[in-house]
């Protein structure tokens, strides 16, 4: 499936978000790298397997394999550190202080720019909600050398893909029902 495919798949009451997914899949202040692995990282990170499919057909091709499985890691990665670290920010008390004792080897070496790897758990952080990873994963992102405008629009990406898939999937469920 194609973005356009995907596009035109949504219905008319969610026309601004067809009109922010072309829109975003041309942003200028992000190179290809960044912005393919934004949204295969946000695809993933939304948990729709067509929007997973569509982001896959559409951005994979232009990341190299080490690219794509980077956005693939930073989306599984993330998925586990933002639970464990959404519990203990909020949790608060002594969890904070404690080792996770979780793997996250992938973090050191994640196969292509640091800056982009942290750019895509960013956005998939976002997604998930966990503000002590928005916080730190932010951070990392501008010392590498990106800019606010970049965070910016890596975080519209991953809002509108999750939006998207939000729409299809309650799409699906109506169809399912009639």
Not at 57 to 67: I, N, R, T, V, W
Not at 134 to 150: N, P, Q, R, T
Not at 169 to 175: G, K, L, P, R, T
Request: proline share 3%.
């Amino acid at each position: 499936m194609s973005l356009e495919a995907l596009r035109a798949r949504l219905p008319e009451h969610a026309k601004d978000l067809k009109l922010n997914l072309g829109s975003l899949a041309m942003e200028p202040v992000l190179n290809q790298q960044q912005l393919a692995g934004t949204f295969v990282a946000s695809a993933i990170a939304a948990r729709n397997a067509e929007v997973t499919r569509a982001m896959l057909g559409e951005f994979g091709p232009k990341l190299s394999p080490e690219a794509l499985a980077a956005a693939k890691a930073a989306a599984a990665i993330m998925g586990m550190n933002n639970v464990y670290y959404r519990f203990t920010h909020l949790v608060g008390g002594d969890y904070a202080n404690l080792p996770a004792k979780l793997r996250m080897n992938v973090m050191a070496k994640p196969g292509v720019d640091k800056a982009d790897f942290e750019l895509w758990s960013l956005a998939v952080s976002a997604i998930n909600g966990c503000g002590m990873c928005m916080e730190a994963h932010e951070k990392v992102v501008l010392h590498g050398g990106l800019s606010k405008e970049a965070v910016q629009a890596a975080v519209r990406i991953a809002a509108v893909v999750h939006a998207v898939a939000g729409v299809l999937d309650a799409e699906d469920a109506v169809a399912t029902a009639a």
